[in-house]
Every structure is written in structure tokens, then in C-alpha cells.
């Protein structure tokens, strides 16, 4: 027990003191500036405005460099528990001031520790991975190599989220963090790459900068990250914001007019809209986070809160491919629907699709496994889902798109919604191929033609269908918020054990 009468602290907690004020950024004024000449906070001063006041208890604050002959604040690499809206999570950084931010013997067995206490807890992981991979002339390893870092945080996968932040340099060791991590939340300047140009110009003969190597607009196209923000304080917002649609319903909030919804599909059919209106529509303002917006452009995915409940968003985009299923929009939903579930997140389809794109060149990219994927995912999955038909829904698109072979806990339609094996127009040519065959007059063929797929449009329409009751119901647009607000309410709570439903694939 301190003694407040005492004028100084005793010898030995002098020394204490002394050492773990050493290594923060009060007592670093130098590295603070090599900092702010990068653009970017310090590590302590990031996780300071990312989490909660006071709520930061670091690990291994007193760790050293392996080798006597070298120092570093903390050996590069700041962690411990914190909680950010009262929530816990383990946040974890490399300091790009101490030896660029590069992964040594002792740090390693600093983030071994701290990713086997978020497992043991269930403690969710937010990481700055800024830094230039190993550490080589302070890698003083056992005689085998044994170096458990990444295989201890791939194990956290589908058992707490991971979210990686990258706002400098990632490269070699942090890049790979970051591919294993749930989510990666970029900015602009930040470079990441699987290694760095000392690397690449001992395996290429090439000297390149590392904005060269791995900018980010390059891995923004190729969906490597899902989120990019402006600057680092956009980055620290998504990543809470992110966070908490892990912590259950949040206060209801207000949206949009929803008689707004009544209007977003066109009159034509033929007519493209974007799906992010409705999207928006729907959702609770200012909740949706949409991610990897720049690939797989054929589909929108996006995490949002309707009437305050999270829900996991999946639509398809008209305005690119007119809504068909590629192989990219395929990967880019059946790992949506993995990381959904993995966390009982309850998904929402919003389907307008033609079907999954078709022709010679999409084949070269293996459609046939890709798009194979979607089912997989969404057919083990256990989480709640809902299926919203806005106007197409054409084949196997519409079959992975949450049809009623899929089994959705609620499947509505829209008055705009048409449904069909495969489009209308090419379903005639095959049904009636012999009829329209054995008619000359060229008009006359346009005439039946258009006969028989009025005929078939008008079996396949949205009242039609419910008739059958091949859907549950046909909805008035303006309703369907708050139908979906209800049926969110109804889901059972999900089961409280931490144990891994499934993992969610890096890709």
C-alpha cells in the first residue's frame, strides 16, 4: 500500500516508474514528430481515441528488444483489453516508430498471448497492422522455428470478429494479419503488400516504393479490403461502427420516409436503378456500412440496423450486369453470408437478378465452382434469413438469392416482382419453339410472340405467384420495414456459447 505522506517513491518502484513512463508518447517527443510527419497518430494515441476513457489495460508494456544492444518502446507493439461502447475487445498495434513497426522474437510472444486470451474470452480483435513484416537481425527463435502468431490469430476465425486497421505501411507479417482478419478498414495513403521493397527487389531486380508494391486502390478493385475511409478518423469510426452490430439490437432509430420505397423500382422493367436506395430506405439512418463496394459490383453487401436490430444486407445491383451473378459478386456474397452467421448476424436478401451471368467468357473464370459457393454457404448456414423479391427473380440467380428452396423465414415480394425458370423471353422461344417455327410471316411470329410472353409474364407475376403461394406474401413497398422490424423481433436470441460455428474464409 503507497504511503500518500511519502515525499518520493522508494528506490525500486521509482525504477518501475520510471521504465513505464519511458515508453509513453510523453516521454517519446521524437517519435510523436516522426508521427505527425507521416500524417498519422501514434499507436497509444490511436487506441486512446478508439476506445473508451480509461478503459485500456496494457499487456507487456515493459517488453524489450531480444538483443541487449537494442531498445524500443514496448518492443514495437502496444496491446492489451479496452472497451469501445462499453463493450470489451482486445486492441492490439504495431509502433512504426520502433524499428518500423517489424515483428521480433518477444513481440511475437506479446500477440501469441494476447490472440489466445480474446479466444479464451471471446473478445473481439481490433489491429493496427503498420509495419515491415520480421525483424530479421532480432529473430531469435527456437531451434525448429516455431512461430505461432498466425496460426493463433487464424484460429480466431468464426469465434470473435477481427477487424484489421491499415493506415500506413503493411507488409509481409502485418499484411498477412490482415488477410486473415474478418475485415480490413483502409486509407488512401496506406500500402500493403506481401512484402516489402527490400524483397521485391531481391526476387524482381526492381527497386519500387512501397506505394508502388500495394496501393490501395489496387486492392480496393481487387477486394482485398472492404472498407476505405478518407483519413484515420474515418478508419477508428467504421471500426466501431462495425463493432457494434456485434452487440445486439441498439436503440431504435428514425429512417426514411418509407412511401419513398414505392417508387425506386422503374415502371420498365428494362430500366436500371440502384440498389443502395432501397437499401438505405429500409435501414435505420446512418446505420449502414457497406463493404468491399468496389468489387463484385453485380452485388451490394452491407451490414445495417433496421428498427435498431443488425442485419446483414444482400442485393443485387442492377446497375452492373443488370444484376447477374458473376464469379466475383459470387465470392463477395457467400463469404458475406459466412461472416454473417458465423456471428448469428441475421441476413436479408433483396433480389433482383436475371440469373447468374452466362456466355464463353464468363465460363474462363470458373462460374460453375464460384457461384457454388453462395448455396454452400447459405444452405449450412443457421443464422435467420429474409428474402425480399424487389422485381427479377430468374433461375438459379433467384435459387441462391434466398428462394423458397433455400427456406427464408420470410419471403415477400414486391407488386414489381417477376418470377420465372430463366427469363420470360427466352423461356417462350423454348415452350413454344415449334409454334413460332412454323409461322412464315415474320410479323405475325413478333405477334404470337408477344402474345405467349404476355401470357407467361402474367402467370409469373408477383400476385400470381402468392396465389400459389409459392411466397408468403406481396407487400406494399412503404410496409416492409417494419414487416421485416417484426419478424427480426420474433428470432430467438442466438445461443450465448462461444464455441466456432464455422470459419469464415479469408476470401
Not at 531498445?71 to 524499428?99: L, N, Q, R
Not at 515483428?103 to 479464451?120: D, M, P, V
Not at 459490383?297 to 442492377?318: E, F, H, S, Y
Request: hydrophobic letters at 45%; one cysteine or more; a negative charge.
Amino acid at each position: 500500500m503507497s504511503n500518500e505522506n511519502e515525499a518520493e517513491p522508494r528506490a525500486d518502484l521509482a525504477r518501475v516508474l520510471a521504465a513505464r513512463a519511458a515508453r509513453l508518447d510523453a516521454d517519446r517527443p521524437d517519435a510523436v514528430a516522426r508521427q505527425d510527419k507521416r500524417g498519422l497518430s501514434t499507436i497509444r494515441a490511436a487506441i486512446t481515441a478508439f476506445t473508451d476513457a480509461d478503459s485500456f489495460v496494457e499487456y507487456g508494456g515493459l517488453a524489450a528488444p531480444a538483443r541487449s544492444d537494442m531498445s524500443g518502446a514496448a518492443d514495437g507493439v502496444v496491446m492489451g483489453t479496452a472497451k469501445v461502447d462499453g463493450a470489451a475487445i482486445v486492441v492490439v498495434g504495431y509502433d512504426y516508430t520502433v524499428y518500423a513497426g517489424t515483428q521480433s522474437a518477444i513481440n511475437h510472444r506479446k500477440t501469441e498471448r494476447i490472440f489466445a486470451l480474446a479466444e479464451r474470452n471471446g473478445w473481439p480483435v481490433v489491429g493496427w497492422w503498420d509495419g515491415g513484416g520480421a525483424r530479421p537481425h532480432d529473430m531469435v527463435l527456437p531451434a525448429r522455428g516455431e512461430n505461432p502468431t498466425f496460426v493463433t490469430y487464424a484460429r480466431l476465425s468464426g469465434k470473435v470478429p477481427t477487424i484489421a486497421l491499415v493506415t500506413g505501411r503493411a507488409f509481409a507479417g502485418q499484411a498477412n494479419l490482415a488477410g486473415l482478419s474478418d475485415i480490413v478498414i483502409a486509407i488512401p495513403s496506406a500500402t500493403m503488400g506481401m512484402a516489402g521493397p527490400p524483397l521485391v527487389a531481391a526476387a524482381l531486380g526492381a527497386w519500387l516504393t512501397p506505394e508502388e508494391i500495394g496501393p490501395m486502390d489496387i486492392h480496393e478493385a481487387a477486394g482485398a479490403i472492404d472498407i476505405l475511409c478518407p483519413d484515420e478518423a474515418a478508419a477508428l469510426a467504421a471500426a466501431r461502427q462495425y463493432l457494434g452490430y456485434f452487440q445486439g439490437r441498439q436503440g431504435p432509430r428514425e429512417a426514411a420516409a418509407q412511401s419513398l420505397l414505392r417508387d425506386i423500382i422503374p415502371e420498365n422493367p428494362r430500366r436500371a436503378y440502384n440498389v443502395r436506395r432501397v437499401i438505405d430506405g429500409l435501414s435505420d439512418t446512418d446505420s449502414v456500412l457497406e463493404l468491399r463496394p468496389k468489387f463484385g459490383k453485380a452485388a451490394v453487401t452491407a451490414l445495417a440496423r433496421i428498427d435498431g436490430w443488425p442485419v446483414g444486407m444482400i442485393a443485387n445491383q442492377p446497375m452492373f450486369l443488370a444484376g447477374a451473378i458473376d464469379s466475383d459478386a459470387s465470392d463477395k456474397i457467400a463469404r458475406f453470408i459466412q461472416l454473417c452467421d458465423a456471428y448469428d448476424i441475421p441476413l436479408l436478401f433483396l433480389c433482383d437478378t436475371p440469373g447468374l451471368m452466362v456466355g464463353p467468357e464468363i465460363e474462363k473464370t470458373a462460374l460453375v465452382r464460384h457461384s457454388a459457393r453462395i448455396l454452400t454457404a447459405l444452405a449450412n448456414a443457421t443464422t435467420p434469413f429474409m428474402t425480399v423479391v424487389l422485381r427479377k427473380a430468374y433461375g438459379l440467380g433467384y435459387y441462391v438469392m434466398g428462394s423458397a428452396a433455400c427456406a427464408p423465414d420470410l419471403l415477400l415480394a414486391w407488386p414489381t416482382a417477376e418470377f420465372g425458370g430463366m427469363g420470360i423471353e427466352g423461356a417462350v422461344n423454348i415452350i413454344h419453339g415449334n409454334e413460332l417455327n412454323a409461322i412464315g410471316d415474320e410479323a405475325e411470329k413478333a405477334a404470337l410472340h408477344k402474345q405467349r410472353t404476355d401470357e407467361l409474364k402474367t402467370y409469373h407475376t408477383a400476385l400470381a405467384t402468392a396465389q400459389r403461394f409459392h411466397v408468403d406474401d406481396v407487400i406494399d413497398p412503404a410496409d416492409t420495414r417494419a414487416i421485416l422490424a417484426n419478424t427480426l423481433a420474433a428470432f430467438p436470441s442466438p445461443d450465448s456459447d462461444r464455441s466456432r460455428k464455422r470459419v469464415v474464409e479469408p476470401w
